[in-house]
C-alpha cells in the first residue's frame, strides 16, 4: 500500500494538478499525460515553449498505449534499462495529446527506477491514466533539480512536492531517438552511450538537423544565474592570477593563498562527478560570486553526459536561451 504522501500525489495528479517528484536522474514536475489543461500548468509554471515536448513518464514497459510502433530495438532496450535512465522517442499514439509532444508526431517515453517514482506511478495508475508528463522541476533554462529543497527553492512552498531525498544518478535521462528507422543518439545522459550500442549491437547515430525536439536537447540549457565559464586546465591556472569575484569548481584542491568566493572540488569519477554536478552549480550560483570557473573534465567517453551538461549550462547563462534544439 502506497503511502499518504503518494496517495495524495496521485489524487492531484487526477484532479489535474501539478506535482514534483522524484527520480533516478533529476525531480520532475509532472501532470497527467491525457490531460492538456494540466500540461499546460506544467509549461507554465516553467516557463518553457509551448513546441519543446515533455517525456511520458510510465511505470512499466507495456507502452503500447502511448505509442503506435515500438521497434525491435526499441524494445530490446527497454527490456535491458527499464525502470531506469533511458528515454525512447517513438512514433506516438493517438492517446497523447499535442501539449505533450509539441505538435510533434512522436513522443518520448521513459520508466523510472526511483522506488516513490515507480510508487505514484502505479497508484495514479489505479486512479488516473497511470502517465506522468513531466520535465525537470526548474525554471526552464536553469540548473536541475536533485533534492525536494532545490524544488521548493525554484517554486516556493505552494507547489505539492514528494521528497524522495537525493536523486542516485543527478543527470537527466540518455534519449535515443527510434522514430525515424535508425537509433540516434539526442542526449547523453546516465545510460552510456557504450552500454546503449553494446546492447544494439551497432553504433548509435548523430543528432542531425532532422531529429525530432526532445527535451534537453537546446544548445543552451541547465544554467546557472551566475555567468559560468567552462576552461581547459592552461587557462583555468590562469583565471586563479586574477583579481575577481569568482566561485571555482575544479578537479583539484586549492593550493597556496587563493582568493576566490567559494571553491568545490568536484569527483575525479563521472559517475559521482555527475551526482555532485547540479547540488555543486547551485552552490556556487548562491555565493554572491560574480562568475563561476569550472575547470573542464576530461574529454573521455565515460565523461560525455557531464561535458555536454557544462557546455550547455555555459552556453545558457549568458542569459540567452535558445528557441531551437
Not at 15 to 29: D, I, K, M, R, S
Not at 71 to 98: C, H, K, M, N, Y
Not at 234 to 239: K, N, P, R, S, T
Request: hydrophobic share 45%; with cysteine.
Amino acid at each position: 500500500m502506497p503511502d499518504r504522501a503518494v496517495v495524495a500525489a496521485a489524487a492531484s495528479l487526477a484532479a489535474g494538478e501539478v506535482v514534483a517528484f522524484p527520480t533516478e536522474t533529476v525531480y520532475g514536475l509532472g501532470a497527467d499525460a491525457t490531460n492538456p489543461k494540466a500540461i499546460a500548468r506544467v509549461f507554465a509554471l516553467k516557463g518553457r515553449p509551448a513546441d519543446h515536448p515533455l517525456i511520458v513518464h510510465v511505470a512499466d514497459a507495456a507502452i503500447g498505449e502511448w505509442t503506435s510502433v515500438v521497434p525491435a530495438q526499441a524494445r530490446a532496450l527497454a527490456e535491458r534499462f527499464w525502470p531506469g535512465p533511458l528515454t525512447l522517442i517513438l512514433p506516438r499514439s493517438t492517446r497523447v495529446p499535442d501539449a505533450v509532444t509539441g505538435g510533434q508526431q512522436t513522443v518520448g517515453i521513459r520508466c523510472p527506477s526511483h522506488p516513490v517514482a515507480q510508487a505514484l506511478l502505479r497508484e495514479f495508475a489505479r486512479v488516473g491514466s497511470g502517465a506522468i508528463a513531466a520535465p525537470s522541476a526548474n525554471r526552464f533554462g536553469h540548473v536541475s533539480p536533485t533534492t525536494a529543497q532545490h524544488v521548493i527553492d525554484e517554486f516556493g512552498p505552494a507547489l505539492r512536492v514528494l521528497d524522495g531525498g537525493p536523486c542516485e544518478v543527478g543527470l537527466e535521462s540518455t534519449i535515443v531517438d527510434f522514430s525515424r528507422g535508425r537509433p540516434v543518439l539526442l542526449r547523453p545522459g546516465g545510460i552510456s552511450r557504450e552500454a546503449i550500442e553494446s546492447e544494439l549491437g551497432g553504433k548509435l547515430q548523430e543528432r542531425d538537423a532532422e531529429a525530432p525536439r526532445a527535451s534537453g536537447t537546446l544548445a543552451a540549457h541547465y544554467a546557472p544565474h551566475t555567468v559560468l565559464a567552462l576552461v581547459q586546465t592552461d587557462e583555468f591556472l590562469a583565471e586563479l592570477e586574477l583579481p575577481a569575484n569568482v566561485a571555482i569548481l575544479a578537479m583539484r584542491e586549492p593550493e597556496g593563498d587563493v582568493h576566490v568566493t567559494s571553491w568545490i572540488t568536484a569527483p575525479n569519477d563521472p559517475q559521482r562527478y555527475g551526482h555532485d554536478l547540479y547540488a555543486n552549480l547551485r552552490t556556487l550560483d548562491a555565493s554572491g560570486a560574480k562568475r563561476i570557473v569550472v575547470e573542464a573534465p576530461p574529454r573521455l567517453p565515460a565523461w560525455e553526459a557531464v561535458n555536454d551538461r557544462l557546455m550547455r549550462a555555459a552556453a545558457g547563462s549568458t542569459g540567452e536561451l535558445d528557441d531551437e534544439p
